[in-house]
């Protein structure tokens, strides 16, 4: 496994950004994909964006297309989740997580490291 630190979080207002910065450690991490996840309160964790090994395949959620950007650094060991023009419904606690494959999936089960988690909160 590798393991996995998250940072960026925060309290922001509706239409403002933010960088989520995911920092590995452990087992080699620039041959497989990562993603994040998100988990609002009563809700179940939903997948929110996934990014291949080389940083060349995305994919994301419908509901952030458009507004949030996934990237990686594998010199840097890093993965970022920059969140533009956020919802007051994208607040959740935000999960980064590595695959146990090369190419990113939309399922929890495919992924077997997870970060600790952190909480973006968008006011209306």
């Known amino acids: 496994q590798v393991q996995l630190v998250e940072s960026g979080g925060g309290l922001v207002q509706a239409g403002g950004s933010l960088r989520l910065t995911c920092v590995a450690s452990g087992r080699t991490f620039s041959n ?4 994040w996840f998100r988990r609002a ?14 940083g ?7 509901s952030v297309k458009g ?13 970022y989740l920059r969140m533009n023009s956020l919802k007051p419904e994208d607040t959740a606690v935000y999960y980064c997580a ?4 090369t190419n990113p ?3 929890a089960p495919d992924f077997d ?7 973006v909160t968008v006011s209306s």
Do not use: C, H
């Open 32 to 35: 497989k994909a990562m993603g």
């Open 56 to 62: 060349g395949i995305t994919r994301y959620a419908e």
């Open 41 to 54: 309160p009563g809700k179940e964790r939903e997948f929110v964006a996934g990014i291949n090994w080389s």
């Open 113 to 119: 490291s997870w970060g600790q988690g952190t909480q």
């Open 105 to 107: 999936t939309q399922s």
């Open 98 to 101: 590595g695959s146990l494959y």
């Open 67 to 79: 507004r949030f950007t996934i990237s990686r650094d594998n010199a840097k060991n890093t993965v």
